[in-house]
């Protein structure tokens, strides 16, 4: 598995490309319901994760040009993404999950987001990064304010969850006012 992408580190986290031992340490940590709740999938719905959809879930790794492994104190905790990376017009949107429960509230999730907000705005020169998060993902919302991110608007009533009808917000953040962080 290679790629030409750099590692990125903070204290604690470092955000790498993947290896065959990711298969086992993502399939250890299977399927959290809350956390998968978090990315808009009822209850009802979450499934067991299998060894299958590691392997999968690490081969993506290689067609997918903008990710990352989310390691803290040397394991693997989650991913973060660059998806819809547009070089026209600079900007792209953005992606985390963290699906070590253990890991959440610790400040991982935001250091990988500054890491991968370094990176986009000056190696790769984006000018704007957009997030979408279910309203009801404050630990998410809290995070990416951290790190810059504004609330820009609400889509209403875009996932139906356990039930109910939820909206998303999009927040996104310039490239200048990151650098004012």
């Not at 031992?21 to 993502?26: H, L, N, P, Q, S």
């Not at 990315?39 to 903008?66: I, K, L």
């Not at 973060?80 to 610790?106: E, P």
């Not at 820009?152 to 139906?160: D, L, V």
């Amino acid at each position: 598995m290679t790629s030409t992408m750099p590692d990125l580190q903070d204290a604690g986290v470092r955000l790498r490309r993947p290896c065959e031992a990711d298969i086992d340490a993502r399939f250890a940590l299977g399927t959290s319901a809350d956390i998968a709740r978090m990315f808009g999938v009822s209850r009802e719905n979450v499934r067991p994760f299998t060894r299958a959809a590691a392997e999968g879930w690490v081969r993506n790794f290689d067609q997918h040009p903008h990710a990352w492994i989310i390691e803290a104190e040397g394991s693997l905790i989650g991913e973060v993404r660059l998806d819809r990376v547009d070089l026209q017009d600079r900007r792209a949107s953005m992606a985390i999950g963290i699906y070590d429960t253990a890991c959440l509230g610790h400040g991982f999730g935001s250091k990988a987001i500054k890491l991968v907000l370094g990176y986009a705005f000056g190696a790769m020169r984006l000018h704007r990064i957009s997030v979408r998060v279910l309203a009801y993902n404050h630990r998410a919302i809290r995070a990416y304010e951290k790190c810059g991110f504004v609330a820009e608007g609400r889509e209403r009533e875009t996932a139906f969850v356990d039930g109910h009808w939820h909206d998303d917000i999009m927040m996104g953040v310039l490239a200048h006012e990151f650098a004012t962080l």
